[in-house]
């Protein structure tokens, strides 16, 4: 079967076309037949050698991969009794585990990180859900706040911005959102109550809005420290790529680390069901064939895509 992976980590013509024995599912694992795929950036990171510390022990080639979406295509012993042969599925996977990412035409995945595909949607938009929207989960989950608060979230129009207004408004939160011009309209429709433009000065614009800040705030700009002056005193930040810097004020730092829940069943599925009741907004970028993944690569790496690029291995 085809596996699209790295033997040498690099830039995005360093992803290759390969061909490898087809995995076979174990005890409480799910083969399932893949049909796309989600890029996110921790599989550029990951193809250019910025996770080469976790795949140590592991032979290549590098596969990446965290999203996917397809049809179950072989059970292993213990697998739950959830799924059935046939089913149509999304899962999450961690890229820097045994296995691999999800870049290929086969995987095998433990059956906790796999769930029934949101009904009505088609395998390119079921795949860009879970990863990102999983994170927003998370990173709400962690800020621990009540209906009625503030959040303010900045990277709002990407992936995962997008879905972190859309479950913070579900939660009953007051949202203020960053934006550049051309995508306030977009970050208004997600739901963001305040739009501040997106520039230098976000921290002191939401801070005007809030004069006592916000309690919670998502890092979705990877912004760090920058943004601490929007933040009430023993207010809460998650950030997504770990944490180095200080703090100040008793702000807690929160680092959101989403492989820690890729068997949380529950989660998962809960999310398919709210992207089923239009909770959540699919967004696809644009469909690449199998053969152009390092263009979809290319598009993520130059910015400013709104949703994500997907790999289609149909």
């Not at 965290?66 to 961690?94: I, N, Y």
């Not at 680390?257 to 809960?270: F, G, W």
Request: one cysteine or more.
């Amino acid at each position: 079967m085809r596996v699209i992976g790295v033997e040498e980590f690099g830039g995005p013509d360093a992803l290759r076309v390969l061909d490898v024995p087809e995995p076979q599912p174990g005890p409480g694992e799910v083969r399932i037949r893949v049909h796309a795929v989600a890029v996110n950036p921790t599989d550029t990171l990951l193809r250019s050698g910025a996770h080469a510390q976790r795949l140590t022990d592991r032979e290549p080639p590098y596969v990446p991969g965290m999203d996917a979406a397809g049809v179950v295509d072989l059970l292993g012993p213990d697998s739950d009794g959830r799924l059935t042969v046939g089913q149509r599925v999304v899962a999450l996977v961690v890229p820097t585990g045994p296995r691999g990412g999800t870049y290929a035409d086969k995987i095998v995945v433990p059956a906790a990180s796999v769930v029934p595909a949101p009904e009505g949607t088609d395998f390119p938009a079921a795949a860009t859900l879970l990863m990102n929207a999983l994170t927003a989960r998370l990173a709400l989950d962690e800020l621990a706040l009540s209906p009625g608060d503030t959040l303010a979230v900045t990277g709002a129009a990407g992936a995962l911005g997008g879905y972190v207004i859309q479950l913070a408004k579900a939660d009953g939160l007051r949202v203020i959102a960053d934006a550049k011009p051309a995508d306030e309209k977009l970050v208004r429709e997600l739901g963001a109550d305040e739009v501040v433009p997106r520039d230098d000065e976000v921290a002191q614009r939401i801070r005007k809005l809030v004069p006592d800040g916000v309690p919670g705030l998502v890092d979705g700009s990877l912004q760090g420290e920058k943004l601490f002056d929007a933040v009430a005193d023993g207010g809460r930040v998650t950030v997504f790529r770990g944490w180095s810097g200080g703090t100040e004020r008793d702000i807690e730092v929160r680092p959101v680390l989403v492989s820690d829940a890729a068997t949380d069943t529950e989660r998962l599925d809960r999310l398919c069901r709210q992207a089923e009741e239009g909770v959540l907004t699919l967004r696809v970028a644009e469909v690449f064939p199998a053969e152009q993944a390092a263009d979809a690569h290319r598009l993520l790496e130059a910015g400013g895509v709104r949703g994500r690029p997907v790999i289609d291995f149909s």
